[in-house]
Each structure stands twice: as structure tokens, then as C-alpha cells.
């Protein structure tokens, strides 16, 4: 890991399976981080996600891992919340599942996200996210995503 990577973790109360799909499916995607997106399912694929009508992140899909490994690359971004409008482009997340008692250990590395003007502030966005979002859509169904307009 690098001194640049933004690292967070959460332990849901869901199987591997169950957080997995939070992260590859369209329900999931869009039920914990933005309510409006264009999915892709397959690596290689990109997955667009809108903030609002002209803002958008598009992650490409480079490694699906069933129950254990998903990782995307920013290939594109317009987003006006950000001090650089683009500034994730060329950064990428990786999601590690691991099985444990409770279920499952989410670790999230924003691998260069430290290094950007929005370093600090995206990373507590990622814990918000995983806390407050993805491990309540896990467990219960019901996640907190940003809503979308336009």
C-alpha cells in the first residue's frame, strides 16, 4: 500500500455473496452510491455514475473476483463537487471481501486518492458511504445513495 491510498474498512452482517452484489449489479450500484447509473457487468466494461445532470464518474471494470475482489479505474469524470473537476481520472478503487464471524470485512483502497486536492475530503466520503449506505443495503436491504438529479 501506498502512502497515497485512501484505505477504509467496514464489517457487514452479510455474506460475501450479498456484498458482492452491492458492488457488480445495477440495484446494488445504485442503491448505495448514486441513484442514477449506467451499468456495466463485465470487466472491461464501464460503469457511469451521475451526481446530477452534467456531473458523472465512470469507472472502468478491471477485475471481478466472485464473493472476494472487485477493482474499477476512473476513466472520465465531470464533477463540479471536486477542486479539480476530473481529478480521479486515472485513480483506481479496488474492494477486498473477506469472510468473517459477522460475516463479511469490506476494505475499500482508493489507491492515489491521498495525493489530489480532494484527498482528505473523498476519503471521509468513502467511510460515509460504507457506513452509513453499502453496509445497511447488505444487511437490511435499504442503503443511503446519493440522489441523483436531472
Known amino acids: 500500500m501506498d502512502s497515497g491510498d485512501a484505505v477504509r474498512s467496514v464489517d457487514i452482517s452479510a455474506s460475501p455473496s450479498r456484498v458482492y452484489a452491492a458492488l457488480t449489479t445495477e440495484s446494488g450500484l445504485t442503491g448505495w452510491w448514486t441513484t442514477v447509473a449506467e451499468v456495466g457487468t463485465r ?9 446530477s ?4 464518474t465512470a469507472m472502468r471494470i478491471d477485475v471481478l473476483k466472485s464473493d472476494s475482489r472487485v477493482e474499477w479505474t476512473c476513466v472520465a469524470q465531470h464533477d463540479t463537487n471536486l477542486p479539480d473537476p476530473a481529478e480521479w481520472v486515472g485513480t483506481r478503487v479496488i474492494f477486498d471481501l473477506t469472510p468473517s464471524l459477522k460475516g463479511t470485512k469490506l476494505v475499500v483502497r482508493h489507491v492515489g486518492l491521498l495525493t489530489l486536492d480532494c484527498g482528505d475530503m473523498c476519503s471521509l466520503g468513502w467511510m460515509q458511504f460504507l457506513t452509513t449506505s453499502i453496509k445497511p443495503l447488505a444487511e437490511i436491504g435499504v442503503g443511503q445513495p446519493w440522489v441523483a438529479d436531472g
Open 53 to 56: 445532470e452534467r456531473d458523472y
Open 43 to 51: 470487466v472491461g466494461e464501464t460503469i457511469t455514475f451521475r451526481w
